[in-house]
Nanobody, 128 residues
Framework: QVQLVESGGGLVQAGGSLRLSCAASGRTFSNYAMGWLRQAPGKEREFVAATSFSGRSTYYADSVKGRFTISRDNAKNTLYLQMNSLKPGDTAVYYC?????????????????????WGKGTLVTVSS
């Protein structure tokens, strides 16, 4: 069993920044890849970013590359997503997710993008 609790969402103006956090408990956090998925109103869930078990490898959706940074602190069992230059199109519920193994592969696809557990999500709203 894995518990993932996201925090840090909120309302921000376009061009602003937010930092999401995800506190993990249950399984050994440092053994698994971790990632962020998001779902906008009326749209399918989509991949945002992922990191390998060590944090040394990172992967991003093209839509967020250069603006978002994923990181992890294995000593604190915490995953982060730093989001800069936010756009109204980034408005969504953001979910922290646990990978099915220690590494993430870029050919993982929908619906689960190589993830098997996720939290309840945190809402990010970007106003224009």
């Amino acid at each position: 069993q894995v518990q993932l609790v996201e925090s840090g969402g909120g309302l921000v103006q376009a061009g602003g920044s937010l930092r999401l956090s995800c506190a993990a408990s249950g399984r050994t956090f440092s053994n698994y890849a971790m990632g962020w998925l998001r779902q906008a109103p009326g749209k399918e869930r989509e991949f945002v970013a992922a990191t390998s078990f060590s944090g040394r490898s990172t992967y991003y959706a093209d839509s967020v590359k250069g603006r978002f940074t994923i990181s992890r602190d294995n000593a604190k069992n915490t995953l982060y997503l730093q989001m800069n230059s936010l756009k109204p199109g980034d408005t969504a519920v953001y979910y922290c997710a646990k990978g099915i193994g220690p590494r993430y592969y870029s050919d993982y696809g929908p619906p689960n993008y190589g993830m098997d557990y996720w939290g309840k999500g945190t809402l990010v709203t970007v106003s224009s």
